[in-house]
């Protein structure tokens, strides 16, 4: 075999190559994002509950808001009676972010992660009225 | 399969598919358990004012209702008249009641300006030729914009008689002084006019316009015999623009008494 050494070493380096996304970053599993409840307006709730479960907050967020701006928007309904029975305003900045005050931490981590970008930010405000 | 069975199975399955698609599509995905409307909201059949022109004389009766509204809605400050943004603003006779020609006009009616913004019209040309019904009456006569619908197509602002729509042509934010945190901003590419309050409306609340003008304008449900416009009306002498388009405005104009500032 004609230049064994150096087909096998280019062989080698090759295979470190094409392997190395993955061999850098073992034990690395990339970090689920942990979103923060650290607002004032949820440090003084006795009982820290979202608008409904965590668990169906966690998926049909984006759902609800959308019927929420329909029903708001369309029907003129403003008050949403979660499964508990607790009343809520139906709005984005005078609900959810009344509480999830800390949009870059709360929201924005795991839209980030998630690669989403809503683009409700172009007309709605957070709480700091800057926008984004 | 017998024709007898076969019926009987058909009928089975259609009420059960219907059963599920109505389980289904309650709420969407939603698990309230009920939505409604606020108890304060104001309730009405036909929301319109009457303005009466004779409160407003000079330059701050004007600013006081545009900038009650224009702040309070975050309405940018756009010093262009090709460009600028407004819900509500002044304007001369000859532009406002321009088929009410005079060639005698008195001199104190042509410096009279009066207050204008969007009529709500009863059956408002803007709602017809949206495409996408951002805009759309609601059932309280309130000429509604869905903003998240706006395509910014601006037939809607070729088909108002009343130039009541303005056109966002670049994003508004860096020309509001002070956004307040409560209301949503629009952003380039959407139309935009007076909503007549609906979001203080649904809470309970009048417009904001009637509240600063000290008593020029009065708001309520016009199709109320006993109600407070229907009371200025029954007493007043008035008039709408444009009736002869077939809109059907629902703001009238009385001329009052007093001639008094407000």
């Known amino acids: 075999m004609y230049n064994g050494g150096k087909i096998i070493a280019g062989l080698i380096i090759f295979a470190a190559i094409i392997t190395s996304p993955f061999l850098l970053n073992i034990g690395k599993a990339d970090e689920a994002p942990q979103p923060s409840l650290d607002t004032p307006a949820i440090n003084q709730m ?40 607790q009343e809520y305003e139906m709005s984005l ?26 683009y409700c930010w172009d007309c709605h405000t957070d709480t700091k009225g800057a926008g984004q | ?50 303005i009466d022109v004779s409160k407003f004389q000079n330059a701050e009766d004007f600013k006081r209702i545009a900038n009650a509204c224009h702040s309070y809605h975050n309405v940018p400050d756009i010093d262009d008249p090709k460009q600028e943004i407004k819900w509500i603003w002044q304007d001369d006779f000859e532009h406002t009641f321009a088929e009410l020609e005079s060639n005698y006009l008195s001199e104190k009616i042509k410096q009279q300006q009066f207050p204008v913004l969007c009529n709500h019209c009863e059956s408002p040309a803007c709602v017809r030729v949206c495409p996408t019904k951002a805009t759309f009456k609601r059932d309280d006569g309130i000429v509604a914009m869905d903003y998240h619908r706006c ?36 952003t380039k590419g959407v139309v935009e006019k007076c909503t007549f309050c609906v979001e203080r409306l649904d809470k309970g609340l009048g417009p904001l316009c009637e509240e600063a ?4 304008i009065v708001f309520g449900d016009l199709d ?15 008039i709408r623009r444009k009736v002869e388009l077939g809109t059907g405005p629902s703001i009238y104009y009385i001329f009052g008494g007093g001639g008094q500032s407000a």
């Open chain 1, 46 to 85: 006795s009982e820290k509950k979202c608008v409904e479960s965590a668990e169906f907050m966690r998926t049909g967020h984006m759902q609800m808001l959308n019927d929420w701006r329909d029903q708001v928007v369309r029907n003129g309904d403003t008050v949403y009676v979660s499964n508990s029975g």
């Open chain 2, 224 to 238: 109320d015999p006993n109600s407070e416009v229907r009371k200025v009306l029954g007493e007043n002498f008035s």
């Open chain 2, 151 to 186: 395509i910014g197509c601006r037939f809607c602002m070729a088909a108002c008689p009343f130039g009541a729509r303005s056109f966002n042509f670049f994003d508004p934010r860096p020309y509001i002084k002070e956004i307040n945190p409560e209301i949503p901003t629009r």
């Open chain 1, 93 to 118: 900045e005078n609900s959810c972010l009344k509480c999830h005050s800390n949009k870059q931490e709360f929201c924005d981590s795991c839209h980030t992660y998630a690669q989403v970008d809503p």
């Open chain 2, 213 to 216: 003008s000290r008593g020029g």
């Open chain 2, 1 to 50: 399969m017998d024709r007898r069975s076969f019926l009987k199975l058909l009928a089975v399955t259609g009420v059960g598919g219907v059963a599920v698609f109505e389980g289904i599509n309650q709420f969407g995905a939603t698990e309230a358990a009920e939505i409604k409307k606020s108890t304060k909201s104001l309730q009405g059949k036909h929301w319109g004012m009457v």
